[in-house]
């Protein structure tokens, strides 16, 4: 039987975010939560009902700050970057895997994608070209495929790694890595010769798109 668009998306994901690098996603967001809940009910210009209302900002700074010190330590392989919102409205955290970009999102339902933004709705669009749902050729690659770290809004009742499809739900999504085991062996179990290869060809093409398009 050949490797399947579902499985290839899986696959390629593995690759991206390998589980030894998963294991680090619940405690730092559960640090982070039990950071921003500190913060909130430490300052009591965070105590009006209108600072209530937007606690999931400080959730949000909370979470950037743990994944960019990840990052940064050394702890996560990855490089990062500060990139503008399409309206000047601000800045978001986008973090750079060998082939693909990570951003973080707080999500209401974990079955559905965030709410749309115009950052998440090009990106999605990267991740169409690279695992189609229909049969016949790929397309080549026309941008780097976007990873979604998602996880609850007011409570850290879950987070989950996906890879969005441009019609709304999912390429591939994990189960719930808060009920994860926080450390993993490695090396971790090879992965398939067949899923291997179709992670390599992906690969392959991304780095043809990026050779054409000068991005590095």
């Known amino acids: ?73 050394g702890a996560w392989p990855y490089a990062m970057r500060w990139r503008p919102f399409a309206l000047p409205t601000g800045r978001y955290l986008e973090i750079a895997a060998s082939h693909s970009v990570i951003t973080i999102s707080q999500c209401s339902d974990p079955k559905k994608q965030p709410r749309e933004a115009v950052f998440r709705i090009n990106k999605r669009l990267n991740n169409q070209g690279c695992f189609k749902e229909i049969l016949g050729e790929p397309e080549p690659a026309h941008g780097l495929p976007h990873i979604l770290l998602m996880h609850g809004y007011q409570q850290l009742d879950f987070a989950h790694l996906a890879m969005p499809r441009e019609e709304g739900g999912f390429h591939t999504r994990t189960p719930n890595l808060m009920l994860m085991p926080h450390e993993i062996a490695s090396p971790e179990p090879p992965m398939e010769l067949t899923d291997q290869e179709a992670v390599m060809t992906l690969k392959e093409e991304i780095d043809r798109w990026r050779k054409d398009n000068g991005d590095q």
């Open 1 to 73: 039987m050949e490797l399947g668009i579902v499985t290839e998306a899986e696959a390629f994901l593995l690759d991206q975010v390998p589980m030894v690098h998963r294991a680090k996603i619940p405690t730092t967001l559960k640090t982070a939560y039990d950071a921003a809940r500190v913060v909130a009910a430490g300052e009591p210009i965070l105590q009006v009902p209108s600072a209530r209302d937007n606690y999931g900002r400080i959730i949000q700074w909370a979470v950037d700050f743990g994944f960019q010190k990840l990052v940064e330590s």
